[in-house]
Every structure is written in structure tokens, then in C-alpha cells.
């Protein structure tokens, strides 16, 4: 049977939460312990985290646009070894589509949707970085593309898959602090200096000669052509707007997972910036900022703000705070009763006071409501549900883009300041129209699906 059939017979599970299984008894197709055949687009760095994940099925293509990447997957995984090895991702459908089970996306943010997309038109499976895309469009159009294909999808946000975030939502929804009007995340970096964040020590960037081993024409895959810049590759990419989505895109997906998930909060109503230490050129990403999301009234939830800080900036700390120095990054969560502190990654919930908690466990935690996730990771929480062993992963495409389209308002926020108000319904931004330009950009020929 070719692998292709055996897709067309894995598409019973949609985008939703239900649990099904996707190999039917006396249905064609491999049992749901089957191996599958797995292709890699992006085989460096982030890329360790789906190797992981995806240790005992057969990777079959590593495609990366720098070979230094396939290569040291290929030294350092002995499963990689047999794979078939590619710098574009296109070619690779185009070779082995139906060799194709399941596609791990592990690239820098603008390919994500590209890369994303051509697996869905394919039939495969699909699980990819965080933020699931750059812009909105994009995440609005995988969103749909996936509920039209039926197929499995995720998003590696790890914190989805812990028990955190759903004990979160089951105290929220128990009444244990109350009503939630205002969120407030935050985050230490941008650190500059790392190796993610570096600062050119002047604009614009000087050319420089691109790497033996890169094929950097595929590295800007849907973007304009530029110059090459090592402050681009490898790594940094994400502090440069026309190519990433700086902190939001970095740590939104898994800081404000929990307040998005929790309480519902997916239409923006209006998004502004609060402020910002601008750095070194507005084509980077801020030093720090403050951003606020406003969202209505959502099922009998009352009106709510997110406020996302980072750079170092953190909101104000309820007084009764009693965990010793707050930590770096998280979020609290200010309810009319009680105050509640969630982890970076969305994980770990505890009410910021230590005696509130001390009753609080005495009177026992709610009824457990939403089923904990068995797997470890998002990558093995993706490839179980394409086996039918698990449900529908969490943080699939439905909910993922919805996430992702609240972290990129904010970066438009960031971008371009002031206070943007949003057409859910219409997904366009209706006070400041020229801004809809970034909505949805223009893709270099070729790139489109």
C-alpha cells in the first residue's frame, strides 16, 4: 500500500478536541502501532526538540537550507543516517510525497507558513515550531487549511501538553480567585548578547559573504531578497521584524498559553502599546515594552486586559506576594478574590499568597475536568494522535492560530505603537487601515502554495 493511501485513511480526526482514533478495526491501513515515516524541514538547533520527541518511527528527510545541520544530525542521530536529505523543502514533496506519513517544521518564523502549508496540500500530518506563523493571515489561513484537510496538527508549545495550564483552567472555572478582569505576563529578555539576541553596532547592515554551506536564496524562502548578514544566520533572526517576531514570538506561545487557554480570550478587541524603549533602530525589536490587549465579554466571563512586559519590566506584585524574589518571567492572574501565578510556561499554578494556598489545599483541588496529557511533549503528543493512540493534540491548529494571532496583534503593537483596534469577524485592523499591509504580506513568486 502506498504511503499516500495510508494518509487518505488517517484523516478522521479533525482539528477539534474530540477523542478518535484514526485506524478504525477492519479499516485499511497500518495498526495504530506502527512506525511512521517522519521528514524534518529544519534539522539544526530547534530541531533537537522533534528528534526527541519522534525517537522510534523512521525518519525517512532531513531538509535544511544550511547543511551544517544535516550534517550533524546525521552524526549525532544514528535514525537519521538512512534519511534522504534536501536544502528545499518543495523538492522534497515533489521527490517523496508519498513516502510522507508526518512533517516536524522546526525553521526560523517566516517559513513556518510556507513549510506548513505545502505538507497540508500534501496529505501529511504536521507539527511545527512556535509562533505557528509571522503573520496573521498566515495563521488564519492554516487554521482553515488544516479543518479542511482533517489532519492531525500541533504546535511545540510545550507547556500545552503539562498538567499545569488544565489545573489552571479548573480552578479559574471553580471559582477559586473569582472573577479575572486583568492578566499581566511577563518576560526578562530580550537579553542582547546571547547567542538569539545580538545588537549590529550600525545600520544598515554591512553585506558579507554568504557561507559555503548556505543556500541563503532558500533561507529568505517567501521574504524579499536581501544581503546576507550573519546577525540573520544563524539564530538571531528573530530580533528583525521584516524576518521575525521578537519576544512575543518567542515566549508569547508559551508564557500567555495559560491566560489565552484559560479564559478564552481569542478576539482582540483593540491592542496598544504602552510604552517602549525603542533601542537601536526601528527596524529591530524594542529593548523592553509594554503591551495591552483588550477582549469583551466571553460566555458569561466579563471583560478582561492581557498586559505582556518585557525587557526586564515586570507589572505590579500583589502585596501579599510571599514566595520570596519574583521570578523572572510568568503570569498573574488578578481575580476579584484571589491572585493566582502561573510559570513561564504556562505550568506550575499556585495563588501568590502562601497561606490562601495552605486553605486552598485543604479543602481539596476541583474535580479534574480536562484529561492530562500522556505523552511527553508536544512532538510525541503529535505523533500518538497520528497513530491513534492519543486524542487530538491541545494546542492543534484550531486553538494554536488563534493563540498565535494574539501574540502577532501585540507585535504590531510593539512594531508601530499607538492603539490598533481589530475586526475579529473580519480579521482586519479597522482604525489604522495602512497597517492591514502587514496582515498579510507579499510573498516573492515561487513561495506561494
Known amino acids: 500500500m502506498k504511503r499516500r493511501t495510508f494518509v487518505k485513511n488517517s484523516l478522521a480526526v479533525a482539528g477539534g478536541s474530540a477523542v478518535l482514533p484514526l485506524f478504525s478495526v477492519g479499516q485499511a491501513g497500518p495498526s495504530a502501532s506502527s512506525k511512521l515515516n517522519v521528514a524534518f524541514i529544519g534539522a539544526g538547533n530547534i530541531a533537537k526538540m522533534a528528534y526527541e520527541g519522534v525517537p522510534n518511527d523512521n525518519w525517512v528527510a532531513l531538509c535544511d537550507v544550511d547543511s551544517v545541520y544535516l550534517d550533524e544530525a546525521k552524526e549525532k542521530y544514528p535514525q537519521a543516517r538512512g534519511a534522504k536529505v534536501f536544502s528545499d523543502f518543495r523538492k522534497m514533496f515533489d521527490q517523496m510525497a508519498d ?41 488564519r489561513s492554516l487554521r482553515s487549511l488544516a479543518k479542511e484537510k482533517g489532519l492531525v496538527t500541533n504546535m511545540a508549545n510545550q507547556g500545552h501538553t503539562y498538567d499545569g495550564i488544565r489545573r489552571c483552567r479548573e480552578w479559574l472555572e471553580a471559582g477559586v480567585i473569582g472573577n479575572v478582569r486583568e492578566v499581566h505576563s511577563w518576560e526578562g529578555g530580550p537579553s542582547w548578547g546571547n547567542r538569539w539576541f545580538q545588537k549590529p553596532e550600525s545600520f544598515p547592515l554591512e553585506p558579507e559573504a554568504v557561507p ?41 506561545c508559551h508564557t500567555c498559553d495559560g491566560p489565552v487557554w484559560a479564559l478564552s480570550l481569542y478576539d482582540v478587541e483593540y491592542v496598544e502599546l504602552i510604552t517602549k524603549d525603542l533601542g537601536n533602530d526601528p527596524s529591530m525589536i524594542p529593548d523592553r515594552s509594554v503591551v495591552r ?157
Open 99 to 139: 513516502e510522507i506519513d508526518a512533517v516536524c517544521v522546526s525553521t526560523p518564523d517566516h517559513t513556518h507558513y510556507t513549510a506548513t502549508s505545502w505538507a497540508l496540500e500534501h496529505g501529511k500530518h504536521v507539527c511545527t515550531q512556535k509562533p505557528l506563523t509571522r503573520t496573521i493571515w498566515e495563521a
Open 212 to 252: 559555503a554551506t548556505l543556500d541563503w536564496d532558500l533561507w529568505l524562502g517567501p521574504r524579499p531578497a536581501m544581503e546576507f548578514s550573519s546577525y540573520y544566520h544563524p539564530l538571531r533572526w528573530r530580533s528583525f521584524w521584516d524576518i521575525g517576531t521578537g519576544m512575543l514570538g518567542d515566549w508569547f
Open 293 to 449: 490587549w483588550h477582549f469583551g465579554s466571553r460566555g458569561g466571563l466579563p471583560p478582561c486586559d492581557l498586559y505582556w512586559h518585557d525587557g526586564g519590566l515586570k507589572p505590579n506584585i500583589p502585596d501579599n506576594w510571599s514566595y520570596g524574589k519574583v521570578p523572572q518571567r510568568g503570569s498573574i492572574f488578578y481575580g476579584d478574590q484571589l491572585n493566582l501565578f502561573l510559570d513561564e510556561r504556562s505550568n506550575n499554578p499556585r495563588l501568590v499568597n502562601i497561606d490562601d494556598m495552605r486553605n486552598f489545599r485543604r479543602g481539596g483541588e476541583p474535580p479534574v475536568k480536562y484529561p492530562r496529557v500522556e505523552f511527553d511533549g508536544p512532538f510525541a503528543e503529535f505523533i500518538a494522535a497520528v497513530k491513534g493512540d492519543g486524542p487530538t493534540p491541545g494546542s492543534n491548529f484550531d486553538y494554536a492560530a488563534r493563540l498565535t494571532e494574539v501574540a502577532l496583534l501585540g507585535v504590531l503593537a510593539q512594531r508601530f505603537g499607538g492603539r490598533i483596534e481589530w475586526s475579529a469577524r473580519q480579521g482586519k485592523i479597522t482604525n489604522r487601515p495602512e497597517l492591514n499591509a502587514y496582515v498579510k504580506e507579499e510573498y516573492r513568486p515561487g513561495w506561494s502554495v
